[in-house]
């Protein structure tokens, strides 16, 4: 099985913000411990890939399991409706490849101390 992870944000008209996601997408592809074969991004709107366009692109590189992450901190209507359709038209088309939602990042245990430690660090750096 070839597993493989799709980091997916909002999307932005502003093309920086959509770059600040594909460079944390190569980040976490560097820091895997080859966990997932692909690892990828994708968007829920305003920029390309769209999560379909993302899946397909993993599909085609040969991914048979397909992890998404909604990189969301919050559950609101992108996390809880649009995501989850996306996902289903991808999984109807292609039985064969098992896909999964991931919970988003604002579940995560991990979120306080990160925050927490992003503050001690600026605290430090500006002293």
């Known amino acids: 099985m070839k597993?493989?992870?799709?980091?997916?944000?909002?999307g932005s008209r502003r093309e920086a913000s959509n770059?600040?996601?594909?460079?944390?997408?190569?980040?976490?592809?560097?820091a895997d411990d080859a966990r997932f074969a692909l690892i990828d991004c994708a968007f829920l709107e305003l920029a390309e890939p769209d999560i379909p366009g993302g899946i397909q692109r993993l599909i085609d590189a040969g991914a048979t399991h397909v992890t998404v992450l909604p990189?969301?901190?919050?559950?609101?209507?992108?996390?809880?409706e649009?995501?989850?359709?996306?996902?289903?038209?991808?999984q109807a088309e292609h039985p064969d490849v098992q896909i999964e939602i991931?919970?988003?990042?604002?579940?995560?245990?991990?979120?306080p101390g990160l925050l927490l430690t992003m503050?001690?660090?600026s605290t430090a750096a500006a002293s």
């Open 3 to 10: 597993k493989s992870l799709l980091l997916v944000a909002h």
């Open 19 to 30: 770059d600040e996601v594909r460079a944390l997408t190569a980040r976490v592809r560097e």
């Open 71 to 80: 990189y969301f901190l919050a559950a609101g209507r992108h996390v809880s």
């Open 82 to 90: 649009d995501i989850p359709e996306a996902v289903a038209g991808k």
């Open 102 to 111: 991931a919970p988003y990042l604002g579940t995560s245990d991990a979120i």
């Open 119 to 121: 503050l001690a660090d």
